[in-house]
Antibody, heavy 124, light 110 residues
């Protein structure tokens, strides 16, 4: 059974760079059937998908963070990562990683497996 | 960008009652590419429904989805105590993610 586990620093200073990793077990991230995504949820608010990455390396980002975000994959460790630069208090959130389906025509679909999330607080 | 508007914001019901949640899209969603997720406090979202009406693996049949075009509905036929949670809709099904979520509907115990 596929399992996703986020890890991160917990606390980040304003203006610094946030780095998060999602370790995947029970299946390979190097598959064309799935993409891998990052979703965040500020305290008491809704869900925002901020970035996705496909095994080919294609990444797509939410316009709200596009200038500050990068996603990457480490197939040797079976994990993928998110970096978010120049963070502010508005980036304080629970960050989830998730697996999404990709069709044969490379259409991205719903996310069926999620990690438990990691809390990130931006504060000095 | 597709904007999803969920209503009501909060639904106060008793166990055993029927819950009807709405998700309206700002433009037609092709091929009913609409998913519903359930989120309980302190937990990650869980996929309930995809393709507007298909239940995900392990989801009880008291959960059903319907709709097409711009109007979609999640129905919980008889609320169980574990169903009190926040529900989000999300569109998908294009070559270019990420996809937006609706603002959520909280189903609370009356």
């Amino acid at each position: 059974q596929l399992h996703l586990q986020e890890s991160g620093p917990g606390l980040v200073n304003p203006s610094e760079t946030l780095s998060l990793t999602c370790a995947v077990s029970g299946g390979s991230i190097s598959t064309g059937r799935y993409y891998w995504g990052w979703i965040r949820q500020p305290p008491g608010k809704g869900l925002e998908c901020i970035g996705t990455i496909y095994f080919s390396g294609n990444s797509y980002y939410n316009p709200s963070v596009e200038s500050r975000v990068t996603t990457s994959m480490d197939t040797s460790r079976n994990q993928f990562s998110l970096t978010l630069s120049s963070v502010t208090a508005a980036d304080t959130a629970v960050y989830y990683c998730a697996r999404g389906l990709v069709t044969e025509s490379y259409y991205y679909h719903y996310m069926d497996i999620w990690g438990k999330g990691t809390t990130v607080t931006v504060s000095s | 960008e597709v904007v999803l508007t969920q209503s009501p914001g909060t639904l106060s019901l008793s166990p055993g009652e029927r819950a009807t949640l709405s998700c309206r899209a700002s433009q037609t969603i092709g091929t009913s590419y609409l998913a519903w997720y359930q989120q309980k406090p302190g937990q990650a979202p869980r996929l309930l429904i995809y393709g507007a009406s298909s239940r995900a693996t392990g989801i009880p049949d008291r959960f059903s989805g319907s709709g097409s075009g711009t109007d979609f509905t999640l129905t919980i036929s008889k609320l169980e105590p574990e169903d009190f949670a926040v529900y989000y809709c999300q569109h998908y099904g294009t070559p270019r993610p990420p996809f937006t979520f609706g603002g959520g509907t909280k189903v609370e115990i009356k």
